[in-house]
């Protein structure tokens, strides 16, 4: 992949102070912000490495939001590193449940509430179906990965799920859906239809909030009832080849953010093109250009509420009782599970560029110990 020559912290270093201005954003979003601009910059600080033979490397350091394009690839292949003993040698299935449009602007005023309600009915939905002896008749494991955003940085709330093809019966039995998923995806979307707007019915919603959303807070019962009677999308892809293509799917999908540094185009006189696909074309790749400002609105929508879970696991892989069921499953399937590897960020570094930041370039030795520098002061004004 060829080196980004825009980057999002371009965009939000020289607008940054202009947004925070123009909107206000509440302490989160600035976080948010401050973090992106100051990412790896001599702001947040400096170490370096050195060796007695006169080489020296300055390395700044991250800012380590999980919302920032630059602090994505280690958390990413650590998370990874994690699943790889998890796997079984079995069929996985992608899923995706979506939120219909008409729910946006309820969504932008309870994004905490509503993505809970999105995770709830579409786990319940999978995990009672699969219970079901009509379709499966045993407890499946699945991971459930939110993603906020449509390909043009618009809102479009909608949950990938992995989900392992076979799972265990009451009798602790393992039973396979063998290579077809095992549950149609309209008895799918109608569940989770139905689950969905029944918990939106109990939710409590944020009273405040604009002229458009209390309009929309107002009609609830009506827009309830107008999307009883829409189809909701639910879509199931066709089954991994290996397990190994599990893992670099989520690798994909799991740290994944609203637009890599990749896909900015041009940066320049305040205006941002980016590319996009456009799937009600072919899946044509396009470019969009909008202000920097508007941009950064639409990046910033996806910023999640603060502590928020954004991958979650059920059923076998449930953390409570994960080792216990992954053990048993694969007792049952006559199958040996791989050892949980560890590794130093630096072996980290290494699987992901082949570069040992641990040894010198010059001579071969270990660098010595990093020197701590001091912090500059921030450039990005805080919010009011």
Wanted: charged share 20%; with cysteine; aromatic share 10%.
């Amino acid at each position: 992949m060829h080196e980004a020559v825009f980057e999002v912290q371009d965009i939000f270093r020289e607008y940054g102070s202009q947004y925070i201005a123009k909107y206000n954003p509440p302490p989160h979003i600035c976080k948010v912000i401050r973090a992106i601009a100051q990412c790896r910059t001599a702001t947040l600080g400096v170490h370096i490495d050195f060796c007695d033979c006169g080489f020296t490397r300055q390395s700044y350091n991250s800012c380590r939001n999980r919302h920032c394009p630059k602090c994505q690839a280690l958390v990413k292949e650590k998370w990874i590193l994690d699943r790889e003993s998890e796997l079984l040698p079995v069929p996985y299935f992608h899923i995706v449940f979506s939120l219909p449009s008409d729910l946006d602007i309820i969504t932008m005023h309870n994004k905490a509430e509503i993505y809970n309600l999105l995770f709830k009915a579409s786990a319940e939905t999978l995990k009672e179906l699969a219970h079901d002896p009509k379709y499966l008749g045993a407890n499946i494991g699945f991971t459930s990965i939110l993603h906020t955003w449509g390909q043009t940085l618009t809102l479009h709330p909608h949950i990938h799920m992995i989900v392992l093809g076979g799972g265990l019966t009451a009798c602790s039995q393992w039973r396979s859906c063998g290579k077809d998923f095992f549950l149609p995806v309209k008895v799918m979307s109608r569940k989770f239809r139905g689950k969905f707007l029944a918990y939106l019915k109990q939710a409590k919603l944020e009273s405040e909030g604009s002229q458009e959303y209390q309009s929309d807070l107002f009609q609830l019962d009506n827009i309830i009832d107008s999307l009883y009677r829409k189809d909701w999308y639910v879509y199931c892809k066709r089954p991994f080849n290996t397990t190994r293509s599990v893992l670099e799917y989520l690798g994909r999908y799991t740290h994944r953010i609203a637009v890599s540094n990749h896909r900015i185009m041009r940066f320049e006189n305040g205006l941002v093109t980016f590319s996009y696909r456009d799937y009600k074309s072919d899946n044509k790749q396009k470019a969009m250009t909008l202000p920097a400002l508007e941009f950064m609105r639409r990046f910033l929508l996806h910023v999640l509420p603060t502590g928020f879970t954004k991958i979650r696991h059920y059923g076998i892989f449930g953390n409570a009782t994960k080792s216990e069921k992954l053990a048993l499953c694969a007792k049952l399937l006559n199958f040996i599970m791989l050892t949980k590897t560890v590794l130093s960020t630096a072996e980290l570094i290494l699987k992901i560029t082949g570069e040992d930041i641990s040894i010198c370039p010059n001579c071969g030795k270990v660098l010595q110990s990093t020197r701590e520098m001091a912090r500059a002061s921030p450039n990005i004004k805080s919010c009011a």
